[in-house]
């Protein structure tokens, strides 16, 4: 009697339905990389004075859409995800996930128009409503070792809202304090998430790497940004600030080093992490020269906006993108391409005023370009993987 073999087809992929409003990095990772991509492009032209009329009133608010804009879109996608991993529990998706993103883009609208306090309205509530959202499931957990998450996102809207009273003449603090607190609780949350996913992110992807978490050196890099935030608010004398943040570089520095980013340069989906993260120290020591008024302050900002938010958010937005959508965790040729890009600019900004200060403008026009390309990139190459459903067809 013959033996029947039955061959097993391998499953099939599940159809592909819309999905955008499954989870919260579809919708605010595409949010962020188109709005990245546009408005550094327009604020490049009306810094170099190509604009008939100005797209935003000055740096201050450039900075302030950098933040609340770009950065917030990023980490409030970043948090929602994760936030259902840590807790089981559901996070915003739907109809929720849908009003929250209209309110991030009404607050990006409103800031164009003369309608300055419906402005400030929208720009506070959307981290407030994110904050309160977070906390329904992180609650329901009783998922503690997180509820800091909640407590920074609410801080970035006391930020926000310094800067609005102040254009509003309703507060005595001046609006660039509000902008470097931000600033500051950006770079705690870069630097917890770096220390959580880069080490464990570099042994899974690089066998044999050996990257290290050593338990008192975290706390001290932690511990060295949550003094310099205090540093900020209590408007510390410069020279004793300025040890201050180069003890911090120091301490971050030995951190990265720890995580052995010399093993990763065969793995791009690790050594941009790598990379960006190597940033934060770079920002801090150009913090300490600029407050001993060795540097100009706006290079240490921009080592931390283009260097270490930009090459750790591109790094992230690809690698959970590529994860929770059940894709090999493989960087293809256009996503080294974003990341190169995201690098160069970094590099540009820094480099090029740092040794010739007269070259400011084409230091910003070439960053600005470069900086758009990665993140239209992105955008374009994310679009269907964002907005069609998982390949396993589990929802996500």
Not at 15 to 28: M, N, V
Not at 197 to 202: A, E, R
Not at 208 to 232: E, N
Not at 268 to 283: E, F, Q, S
Request: aromatic share 12%; glycine share 8%.
């Amino acid at each position: 009697m013959k033996t029947l073999h039955l061959i097993q087809e391998p499953p099939r992929p599940a159809p592909a339905r819309w999905a955008l409003w499954d989870l919260g990095f579809r919708p605010f990772y595409l949010l962020a990389s188109a709005f990245a991509a546009l408005s550094v492009g327009l604020w490049a032209l009306q810094f170099g004075g190509h604009l008939p009329s100005p797209y935003l009133a000055g740096p201050l608010w450039h900075a302030h859409e950098m933040l609340f804009g770009f950065t917030l879109a990023v980490i409030v996608g970043f948090l929602f995800t994760a936030g259902r991993n840590w807790t089981g529990r559901a996070t915003p998706t739907g109809p929720l996930l849908a009003a929250l993103a209209a309110l991030w883009l009404a607050a990006r609208v409103l800031l164009l128009t003369p309608y300055a306090w419906a402005a400030a309205l929208a720009n506070v509530a959307f981290p407030l409503a994110c904050a309160a959202a977070l906390a329904v499931p992180f609650v329901g957990a009783r998922n503690r070792r997180n509820y800091f998450f909640v407590a920074l996102l609410a801080a970035l809207g006391a930020a926000a809202a310094v800067i609005h009273l102040d254009r509003l003449g309703l507060l005595g603090l001046p609006a660039w304090l509000g902008v470097q607190l931000a600033l500051d609780v950006v770079l705690f949350i870069l630097a917890v998430m770096g220390g959580r996913v880069i080490p464990m992110f570099t042994n899974n992807g690089v066998p044999g790497a050996g990257a290290r978490r050593i338990g008192w050196l975290d706390r001290l890099a932690l511990g060295t940004v949550l003094a310099a935030l205090a540093v900020d608010a209590l408007q510390v004398p410069p020279l004793a600030a300025g040890f201050v943040f180069a003890i911090a570089g120091l301490a971050h520095a030995a951190r990265w080093s720890a995580w052995k980013p010399w093993r990763t340069g065969r793995q791009p989906l690790v050594w941009v992490l790598h990379l960006g993260y190597a940033w934060i120290p770079l920002h801090l020591l150009l913090r300490a020269l600029a407050a001993w008024g060795v540097v100009a302050p706006s290079l240490a900002t921009h080592a931390l906006t283009v260097g270490a938010v930009g090459g750790l958010v591109i790094g992230m937005m690809t690698r959970t993108a590529k994860g929770h959508t059940a894709r090999p965790l493989r960087a293809d040729r256009w996503d080294v391409a974003a990341y190169a890009c995201i690098a160069a600019a970094a590099a540009v900004r820094i480099a090029m005023p740092l040794a010739w200060p007269a070259q400011l403008l084409p230091a910003v026009t070439a960053s600005a370009l470069l900086w758009s390309a990665g993140f239209a990139i992105y955008f374009v190459r994310y679009w269907p993987v964002l907005t069609r459903s998982r390949l396993d067809g589990q929802p996500g």
